[in-house]
C-alpha cells in the first residue's frame, strides 16, 4: 500500500481523499494556491506545498508545480479528484516517467475517452448503443450538412475534447449550421485548445442516467448501479439520486453488463463513469464516459456501502477488487444537492468571508463541504462549497429528510443556492420523478 498520497486538488473533494487516507492510514500531502492558505484541507493533511498564485492555470494546473511537490515531499501516489488535472493523460504519463502512481486508469485510456468522438467509435464498437452522430470530428460545411440530413434535425455540435457542459450548440435548421458549425470550432479551440468538433442528434428532454464502474488492474470490471443527473442548468448537473427512479431492475442489468463488457474490452481500471441520455421511450444512447471520480460519486456509495475512493486507492496499489458483482446491492435511495456560492436566483458568483456556518445532521444526512465559518470562498475557482447528500428507504424519504436538512442549514455572509433546492424538492414534478435534462428551463419559467 501507499506511504504518502498527494492530492493534486482543493475544496471538498481534497478533504474526500484525505478522509479516505486518514481509513486506510496513509500520510497525505495537500497542495494549495495563495487563495487557499486557511484552506481546510492544508489543515488536515499531514504535509503542505504552496503551489503558486491563485490563477489555475499557475497553480492546480500547473503539472511541474505538483510533481516538484510529490518529488520534495516523497509522495508515492497522486489522487487528482476531479476537474483541474483529473482527466490529464499528460499528467498521467509524466506519473509513469517519474515513478509516481497516478490514481486513475492508464494514460492510453484517459487519451481514449478524452476524445469524445473516438469514445463513441470505441464504444458502438464494443457493442454499447450510441446516439446517431459523426463518427469522428467533422471539419467543413459539406459534411456538417450531409451528416445533419441524415441524422435529421435538431443536431447538436459538441466539442471533441469538451467537457464541464461547455462548447455545446443545438442546431435547429439547415440554415444556421454553418454559421454554428464556425462558432463551435473557435470556441472549442479557445476553450479546450483542439478545435475538433462532432455532431449528434439532439434529444428533447432526455433523462441524464450514468454507470458508475470500478476496474481493478487484474481485469475484473464492476459496476455499482446507475445515477440520474438529470436536473441541470446550462448542462452542469444540480441534483443527483441514485437510483433512478426509472431504472427498473431488468434494465439496471443489462445496462450495467453493457457497461461492464465495454470497460473491460478497452482495459479500464480505477473509478469510471458511462453517461447516457434516455428517450421518452426509454432507449439508452452513450454520450461519454468520464475516467475520474465525479462529483456525485457519494450518492452511490450512500446506496451500496462501498467508499469508492478507498477502492480507487486500493486498486491503484495493485490490489484486486475486494467484492465481486454479487456483492452489489442498490439499498434505498440517496439524493445529493450541489450547494454553490451563488445567488439562487440570478446564479451570480457570491465569493467572500462565510460568518455563519452550521451544517445539518440527524439520520441518513451526509455533508462533504471544505466551509466553516469565517472561511472565505476565493473567487478563483468554481462555486461548489457544499454536498449535501441524504439517504432514505424510498425516494419520498431521501426527498424528505434532504428538506429538513438545508432547512436546518445555516450559511450567512455569502449567498447560496440553498432557497432554490428548497424550490425544487417542493414541485409536484420532482417529487414525481417527472425529470429530464429539460426540467430547470421549464421550473425557472413558470411564475413564482
Ligand atoms: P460534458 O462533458 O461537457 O459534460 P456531455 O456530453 O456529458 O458534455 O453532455 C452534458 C449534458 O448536455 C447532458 O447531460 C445533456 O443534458 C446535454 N446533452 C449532451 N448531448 C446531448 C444530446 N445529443 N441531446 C440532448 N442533450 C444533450
Not at 506519473?95 to 468522438?117: D, N, Q, T, W, Y
Not at 439520486?241 to 431504472?247: D, F, K, L, N, T
Request: hydrophobic residues 40%; glycine residues 8%; negative net charge.
Amino acid at each position: 500500500m501507499f506511504k504518502k498520497i498527494l492530492i493534486a486538488n482543493r475544496g471538498e473533494i481534497a478533504l474526500r481523499v484525505i478522509c479516505a487516507c486518514r481509513e486506510l492510514g496513509i500520510k497525505t500531502v495537500a497542495v494549495w494556491s495563495e487563495a487557499d492558505e486557511h484552506s481546510l484541507h492544508v489543515r488536515f493533511a499531514d504535509e503542505d506545498v504552496c503551489i503558486g498564485p491563485p490563477r489555475s492555470a499557475e497553480s492546480y494546473l500547473h503539472v511541474p508545480a505538483i510533481i516538484s511537490a510529490a518529488e520534495i515531499t516523497g509522495a508515492d501516489a497522486i489522487h487528482p479528484g476531479y476537474g483541474f488535472l483529473s482527466e490529464s493523460a499528460y499528467l498521467a504519463e509524466v506519473c509513469e516517467a517519474c515513478h509516481i502512481k497516478f490514481i486513475g486508469p492508464s494514460p492510453s485510456v484517459i487519451r481514449l475517452m478524452g476524445e469524445k468522438s473516438r469514445a463513441r467509435r470505441a464504444m458502438k464498437k464494443a457493442g454499447v448503443s450510441t446516439l446517431p452522430g459523426s463518427d469522428g470530428p467533422v471539419e467543413t460545411e459539406e459534411d456538417a450538412q450531409l451528416i445533419a440530413a441524415d441524422l435529421g434535425f435538431p443536431v447538436i455540435i459538441k466539442a471533441s475534447n469538451g467537457g464541464g457542459g461547455r462548447g455545446m450548440r443545438i442546431v435547429r435548421s439547415g440554415n444556421e449550421l454553418s454559421q454554428a458549425l464556425r462558432t463551435a470550432q473557435r470556441e472549442a479551440q479557445a476553450a479546450f485548445g483542439i478545435g475538433d468538433v462532432y455532431l449528434e442528434k439532439y434529444l428533447e428532454a432526455p433523462r441524464h442516467i450514468e454507470v458508475q464502474i470500478l476496474g481493478d488492474e487484474h481485469g475484473h470490471v464492476v459496476h455499482l448501479g446507475e445515477r440520474e443527473c438529470s436536473v441541470q442548468r446550462r448542462h452542469q448537473k444540480l441534483i443527483e439520486e441514485a437510483p433512478s427512479a426509472v431504472i427498473t431492475e431488468k434494465q439496471r442489468k443489462a445496462l450495467g453488463k453493457m457497461v461492464v463488457d465495454a470497460a473491460t474490452a478497452v482495459g479500464y481500471s480505477s473509478a469510471g463513469t458511462f453517461e447516457f441520455l434516455m428517450d421518452a421511450q426509454n432507449n439508452l444512447y452513450f454520450i461519454e464516459a468520464n475516467t475520474r471520480l465525479q462529483v456525485e460519486h457519494g450518492v452511490t456509495e450512500l446506496v451500496t456501502g462501498i467508499d469508492i475512493v478507498k477502492e480507487q486507492i486500493r486498486i491503484a496499489a495493485g490490489e484486486p477488487l475486494s467484492f465481486t458483482q454479487e456483492d452489489v446491492r442498490i439499498d434505498g435511495h440517496a439524493i445529493e444537492c450541489r450547494v454553490n456560492a451563488e445567488n439562487p436566483d440570478t446564479f451570480a458568483p457570491s465569493p467572500g468571508r462565510v460568518d455563519a456556518f452550521s451544517l445539518p445532521g440527524g439520520p441518513g444526512i451526509r455533508v462533504d463541504t471544505f466551509v466553516h465559518a469565517e472561511a472565505v470562498v476565493p473567487p478563483n475557482y468554481d462555486s461548489l462549497i457544499a454536498k449535501v447528500m441524504s439517504h432514505g428507504r424510498t425516494r419520498a424519504e431521501a426527498i424528505a429528510r434532504m428538506r429538513r436538512a438545508l432547512e436546518m442549514t445555516v450559511i450567512e455572509g455569502i449567498e447560496t443556492s440553498v432557497p432554490m433546492h428548497l424550490k425544487i424538492l417542493a414541485d409536484e414534478d420532482f417529487q414525481q420523478a417527472r425529470i429530464s435534462t429539460a426540467f430547470m428551463e421549464r421550473f425557472l419559467a413558470a411564475p413564482k
